[in-house]
């Protein structure tokens, strides 16, 4: 990358980008982001380690590197999924700081704002809905494969399924647009996204409760076999489906969505147990 200088001009910014491999560091080290975590700043430090390589790719006077390392040390705390585009964004905004395009408050707030609303976002999607689910259903696989040893592993790759292409594409596509990131972040509709997805884990555990309870009883008194069970919980999703469609706009129905699912999912297996051959 060449030097930013006052001589700079915006066009040579724009296409003054930083190397991939200097991208492919900061991208391990992000890694590494929470290693040491801290109660005064949280992961300020694992922040300062991660961009190390692109501050000094961006500023090569020793003086403005300095700055730009003290600037991490500051407050920092997002969600580890997310922080891919945390440090995209903080790099972009560093390289416009560098070519005067801004000033180091307006860096700093612009930061900060970001880093807040990403840990929002990834703490409801990624900790609060997509892991339970994945967790959920990686016990299922286990229930119905039984003996198979890399079961447990489909855990890690569900959830890297959605977690490494947000984390490590994130931070490359963030550098490129900046803070026009927000706009890609409210199409992508994320607090929909894990409001459904966590409905949806609502249900598997109200048949869950009501399935594993019948498993532990089977070899005393015979059950409905393993294959059923699966199409218990399409069964039981139609159910709430169809039964909501009348009421989408009545949140009372939430509070009220555990006992449905238990309910029906009671219902189904008894029928199965005691009415079908």
């Known amino acids: 990358?060449?030097?930013?200088?006052?001589?700079?001009?915006?066009?040579?910014?724009?296409?003054?980008?930083?190397?991939?491999?200097?991208?492919?560091?900061?991208?391990?080290?992000?890694?590494?982001?929470?290693?040491?975590?801290?109660?005064?700043?949280?992961?300020?430090?694992?922040?300062?380690?991660?961009?190390?390589?692109?501050?000094?790719?961006?500023?090569?006077?020793?003086?403005?590197?300095?700055?730009?390392?003290?600037?991490?040390?500051?407050?920092?705390?997002?969600?580890?999924?997310?922080?891919?585009?945390?440090i995209g964004v903080l790099l972009k905004l560093e390289q416009d700081l560098a070519a005067g395009l801004m000033t180091a408050d307006q860096r700093i707030r612009m930061a900060n704002s970001l880093n807040r609303s990403l840990a929002t976002l990834g703490d409801a999607f990624f900790w609060q809905s997509w892991?339970?689910?994945?967790?959920?259903?990686?016990?299922?696989?286990?229930?119905?494969?039984?003996?198979?040893?890399?079961?447990?592993?489909?855990?890690?790759?569900?959830?890297?399924?959605?977690?490494?292409?947000?984390?490590?594409?994130?931070?490359?596509?963030?550098?490129?647009?900046?803070?026009?990131?927000?706009n890609l972040l409210c199409r992508l509709k994320l607090p929909q996204a894990a409001q459904a997805i966590r409905k949806l884990t609502a249900l598997l555990v109200g048949v869950s409760t009501v399935v594993l309870t019948h498993l532990s009883q089977r070899e005393h008194h015979g059950g409905v076999p393993l294959g059923r069970l699966w199409l218990v919980i399409f069964l039981v999703a139609a159910g709430v489906i169809l039964f909501r469609l009348p009421l989408l706009r009545n949140r009372q129905l939430d509070y009220w969505y555990p006992v449905i699912l238990v309910a029906l999912a009671t219902a189904i297996l008894c029928v199965w147990h005691h009415g079908l051959p």
């Open 1 to 86: 990358m060449k030097p930013v200088t006052t001589r700079t001009t915006l066009k040579d910014c724009i296409n003054n980008m930083l190397k991939p491999t200097t991208l492919a560091q900061v991208a391990w080290r992000s890694l590494f982001l929470e290693a040491s975590w801290n109660n005064q700043s949280q992961q300020n430090l694992g922040l300062a380690a991660a961009v190390d390589p692109a501050l000094q790719e961006i500023y090569p006077a020793a003086g403005d590197l300095q700055s730009a390392r003290m600037r991490c040390f500051d407050f920092f705390n997002t969600n580890p999924i997310l922080s891919g585009m945390a």
């Open 131 to 182: 892991l339970p689910l994945c967790c959920l259903i990686t016990v299922w696989a286990v229930l119905s494969l039984e003996t198979v040893w890399w079961l447990p592993l489909l855990l890690p790759v569900l959830f890297g399924l959605l977690a490494a292409p947000a984390r490590f594409g994130g931070l490359y596509l963030s550098y490129r647009q900046g803070e026009n990131i927000v």
